[in-house]
């Protein structure tokens, strides 16, 4: 058991220039979660995946942002046109059949 | 959205003293979990307690839920520098789908002094 890894753990971009972020969950776990957070808060709870099926998306996940999770292993979060305001940190978690969540050390992005 | 308030939003206390956070919020839900967040880095889980437990202990940690009151409080006893984090408490609703998403609260800083 590795953890949750996340790639890469800091992101400076241009304001418009489009990212994309991995998150390695614990294998065998068949959930995999996407959450942002944003200073002096808690995590938001963007979109969910069972196994290569994303089941939920919030409604924070605009029409720029897509994720994927095609092999129902790996799963990588895009974000096109890039705004100020996506600046936060970026935190994926994985769980198994458990209530409990598995959160990486996650990918804090900066727009300038 | 943020399903919760933890309460106080800071807490600085010495080493060998006890900490007590609290936890509202807004839902009906199937259980309500506590994780620390060191400076910067990601969630570790601490403890889950479900809807139909009143109170539950981990080592030093000992959480309380009221449903009636939709409230829950985290005690942190013989507190150490090493318990320097933030909380947050998270729920998972029981409406249907939920998909064992979590919401969390903002969160308490706990600053513990050597």
Redesign the interface.
Known sequence: DTG?SQNPRHKITKRGQNVTFRCDPISEHN?L?W?RQTL??????LT?F?NEAQ??KSRLLSDRFSAERPKGSFSTLEIQRTEQGDSA?Y?C?S?PTS????????T?LTVT | ??QGEEDPQALSIQEGENATMNCSYKTSI??L?W?RQNS??????LI?IRSNEREKHSGRLRVTLDTSKKSSSLLITASRAADTASY?C?T?SNSG?S?????????TLLTVNP
């Open positions: 949750v959930r979660y959450y002096g808060q808690g995590p938001e709870f969910y069972q089941l939920e940190m935190l978690a769980s209530l409990k969540q598995y959160f990486g050390p996650g804090r | 959205s943020q199937n259980n979990q994780y910067g880095r990601g969630l570790v889980h889950l947050f998270a998972e789908g998909n064992y998403k979590l919401t969390f609260g903002k969160g």
